[in-house]
C-alpha cells in the first residue's frame, strides 16, 4: 500500500482540524500520552542530571586513590558468606604495613569515624554543633583527599605521635561554633573533652547537598583510638604516586594486607580494594535500575493514553459515517479511508508527544536546577518520547480505522 504525500498532507490536516473542532475531546484524547512522554522526559533528564553530578563527585576523589574497606562496597549483607562474617576489620597497623611496604603509594589515610547516640556533643561557649561527626585520621588525609585550608594548620605528625587533643574543624562547623570569628587557637569541647582548634578546612562543595566534612571534628587517629578504643572499624584511602601506576599500588596493597593479615596462599583476600571505577559502575548500575523503574512508571500512563485516544478515534469513526460513505461512493478505497484514521490517530498522538517532550525538558530542567545538578537535555530521549507517542497513536487507531474502512457505503450513506 503505497501513499501519495498529497494524501499524507491530507490526512495530517484532517487531524489538525479534528484538534481545532474539538479542542476539549483532543486534549482529553492526548492528555494520557502528554503525561507519558513528559514523565519519561523529565524522568530521563532528571537521571541524566543526577549521572553527571555523581560523576563529578566521584571525579573530585581524585583518578589515583584507592580505597581499602572490610567488606565490598556493594556488598549484600544476607548474602555474606561465613568467611566475610569473620573478617577483622581494618587497623591503623594494616595502615602503617601499606605506607611502609607500598612504594607506588604517594600518602595513606586511615579514617575512623565516631557516632555518639543522640548525636556528638561539641560546644563552644554556649553554641553547639548541628550533629557534628568526629574522625580520627593522620596527617596525609589533606594530600589523599585533595583538601585544601580556609584558616591556620591541618594535624602534623608531631599531633599523632603526642596523641595530642587537637583538631581541624570542617567550615560549617566552624561556622556554627564561631558565626564567622576566627576559629584557630579557640579552645571547644568534644563530648566533653577540651580540644584546641589548630585549622578550618575550606568549604567542601558536594553536588547532593552532604555535609561531609564541613560538619565535621578531625583528630589524630591516635587521640581517637585513645578517647574510642571500642571504635574498630577503619576505613582506608591511599593515593598513588601517578593514575599510571594504580595497578603496580593495587597489586603491592594487596601483598601487604595479605601479609599483615595473615591470609593464607590460594584464600581469597580478607578486604576489598575499590578505586574510581568501582563508584562508577555502582553508579551506572543505580542509574540502570531507575531507568528500569521509570519505564515501568510511564508505560501506565502511555497505556492509559492509548486507550483514550482508541475511544475518541472510534467516536470520530461513527461520528463521521455518513462522511466515509460519501468518500467511498466517489472511489474512495479501504486503504484512504485506513490510512486517513491512522493518520489522525498518530497525529493526535504525536501532537500530545510534543507537548509532553516540552513540559518534560521543562521539568527536568527545573528539577536539575533546584537541586544544583548539571543541566542536561537528552535530544535521544526526545527522539524516543516523540516515536514512542505516535507508535502509541499507530497501534490504537488501528482498530478504529479498520473498523471505519469496513463500513459499507450504502450502510453508511443511509446513517444519520
Given at each position: 500500500?503505497v501513499?501519495?504525500?498529497?494524501?499524507?498532507?491530507?490526512?495530517?490536516?484532517?487531524?489538525?482540524?479534528?484538534?481545532?473542532?474539538?479542542?476539549?475531546?483532543?486534549?482529553?484524547?492526548?492528555?494520557?500520552?502528554?503525561?507519558?512522554?513528559?514523565?519519561?522526559?523529565?524522568?530521563?533528564?532528571?537521571?541524566?542530571?543526577?549521572?553527571?553530578?555523581?560523576?563529578?563527585?566521584?571525579?573530585?576523589?581524585?583518578?589515583?586513590?584507592?580505597?581499602?574497606?572490610?567488606?565490598?562496597?556493594?556488598?549484600?549483607?544476607?548474602?555474606?558468606t561465613?568467611?566475610?562474617?569473620?573478617?577483622?576489620?581494618?587497623?591503623?597497623n594494616?595502615?602503617?604495613?601499606?605506607?611502609?611496604?607500598?612504594?607506588?603509594?604517594?600518602?595513606?589515610?586511615?579514617?575512623?569515624?565516631?557516632?555518639?547516640?543522640?548525636?556528638?556533643?561539641?560546644?563552644?561557649?554556649?553554641?553547639?554543633?548541628?550533629?557534628?561527626?568526629?574522625?580520627?585520621?593522620?596527617?596525609?588525609?589533606?594530600?589523599?583527599?585533595?583538601?585544601?585550608?580556609?584558616?591556620?594548620?591541618?594535624?602534623n605528625?608531631?599531633?599523632?605521635?603526642?596523641?595530642?587533643?587537637?583538631?581541624?574543624?570542617?567550615?560549617?562547623?566552624?561556622?556554627?561554633?564561631?558565626?564567622?570569628?576566627?576559629?584557630?587557637?579557640?579552645?571547644?569541647?568534644?563530648?566533653?573533652?577540651?580540644?584546641?582548634?589548630?585549622?578550618?578546612?575550606?568549604?567542601?562543595?558536594?553536588?547532593?547537598?552532604?555535609?561531609?566534612?564541613?560538619?565535621?571534628?578531625?583528630?589524630?587517629?591516635?587521640?581517637?583510638?585513645?578517647?574510642?578504643?571500642?571504635?574498630k572499624?577503619?576505613?582506608?584511602?591511599?593515593?598513588?604516586?601517578?593514575?599510571?601506576?594504580?595497578?603496580?599500588?593495587?597489586?603491592?596493597?594487596?601483598?601487604?594486607?595479605?601479609?599483615?593479615?595473615?591470609?593464607?596462599?590460594?584464600?581469597?583476600?580478607?578486604?576489598?580494594?575499590?578505586?574510581?571505577?568501582?563508584?562508577?559502575?555502582?553508579a551506572?548500575?543505580?542509574?540502570?535500575?531507575?531507568?528500569?523503574?521509570?519505564?515501568?512508571?510511564?508505560?501506565?500512563?502511555?497505556?492509559?493514553?492509548?486507550?483514550?485516544?482508541?475511544?475518541?478515534?472510534?467516536?470520530?469513526?461513527?461520528e463521521?459515517?455518513?462522511?466515509?460513505?460519501?468518500?467511498?461512493?466517489?472511489?474512495?478505497?479501504?486503504?484512504?479511508?485506513?490510512?486517513?484514521?491512522?493518520?489522525?490517530?498518530?497525529?493526535l498522538?504525536?501532537?500530545?508527544?510534543?507537548?509532553?517532550?516540552?513540559?518534560?525538558?521543562?521539568?527536568?530542567?527545573?528539577?536539575?536546577?533546584?537541586?544544583?545538578?548539571?543541566?542536561?537535555?537528552?535530544i535521544?530521549w526526545?527522539?524516543?518520547?516523540?516515536?514512542?507517542?505516535?507508535?502509541?497513536?499507530?497501534?490504537?487507531?488501528?482498530?478504529?480505522?479498520?473498523?471505519?474502512s469496513?463500513?459499507?457505503?450504502?450502510?453508511a450513506?443511509?446513517?444519520?
Open positions: 500500500m501513499l501519495s504525500s498529497v494524501e499524507i498532507k491530507e490526512a495530517i490536516g484532517m487531524g489538525l482540524s479534528s484538534l481545532r473542532a474539538n479542542k476539549f475531546r483532543a486534549s482529553l484524547t492526548i492528555l494520557g500520552v502528554m503525561i507519558g512522554v513528559a514523565s519519561v522526559i523529565a524522568l530521563a533528564s532528571i537521571i541524566n542530571g543526577m549521572n553527571l553530578a555523581m560523576n563529578e563527585e566521584i571525579d573530585s576523589l581524585g583518578s589515583n586513590t584507592i580505597y581499602v574497606t572490610k567488606f565490598s562496597m556493594s556488598q549484600d549483607h544476607d548474602e555474606m561465613e568467611e566475610e562474617r569473620q573478617r577483622e576489620p581494618i587497623t591503623a594494616e595502615a602503617k604495613a601499606v605506607a611502609v611496604n607500598c612504594p607506588s603509594i604517594d600518602a595513606v589515610s586511615p579514617q575512623n569515624y565516631y557516632f555518639k547516640q543522640g548525636g556528638n556533643d561539641i560546644k563552644y561557649l554556649n553554641r553547639k554543633g548541628n550533629s557534628p561527626k568526629i574522625m580520627g585520621t593522620w596527617p596525609d588525609y589533606v594530600n589523599v583527599n585533595v583538601r585544601d585550608m580556609d584558616q591556620g594548620r591541618f594535624l605528625d608531631l599531633d599523632e605521635m603526642h596523641k595530642t587533643n587537637v583538631c581541624v574543624i570542617g567550615s560549617q562547623l566552624a561556622e556554627a561554633l564561631f558565626e564567622g570569628d576566627g576559629a584557630v587557637d579557640k579552645e571547644i569541647r568534644l563530648n566533653g573533652v577540651k580540644f584546641l582548634v589548630v585549622g578550618v578546612l575550606e568549604e567542601f562543595k558536594s553536588n547532593f547537598g552532604d555535609e561531609g566534612e564541613n560538619n565535621t571534628a578531625l583528630i589524630p587517629l591516635a587521640t581517637f583510638e585513645r578517647l574510642y578504643p571500642w571504635e572499624e577503619l576505613f582506608l584511602a591511599a593515593k598513588a604516586e601517578s593514575f599510571e601506576s594504580m595497578g603496580k599500588a593495587q597489586e603491592e596493597i594487596i601483598n601487604a594486607l595479605r601479609i599483615e593479615r595473615g591470609d593464607r596462599f590460594g584464600k581469597p583476600n580478607s578486604f576489598e580494594i575499590a578505586t574510581q571505577e568501582t563508584f562508577k559502575e555502582l551506572q548500575d543505580i542509574a540502570k535500575y531507575l531507568y528500569f523503574a521509570m519505564l515501568v512508571i510511564t508505560s501506565v500512563g502511555l497505556m492509559v493514553g492509548g486507550i483514550g485516544v482508541m475511544n475518541i478515534m472510534l467516536v470520530s469513526v461513527t463521521r459515517t455518513r462522511e466515509i460513505g460519501i468518500r467511498k461512493a466517489i472511489g474512495a478505497k479501504r486503504s484512504n479511508i485506513l490510512i486517513q484514521f491512522l493518520t489522525e490517530a498518530m497525529t498522538s504525536g501532537f500530545g508527544g510534543v507537548v509532553g517532550i516540552i513540559l518534560g525538558l521543562a521539568i527536568g530542567i527545573i528539577v536539575q536546577l533546584m537541586l544544583g545538578w548539571p543541566t542536561t537535555v537528552s535521544t526526545a527522539i524516543i518520547g516523540f516515536l514512542t507517542s505516535t507508535t502509541v497513536g499507530l497501534v490504537s487507531g488501528m482498530y478504529p480505522a479498520i473498523k471505519a469496513r463500513l459499507d457505503p450504502i450502510d450513506l443511509r446513517y444519520e
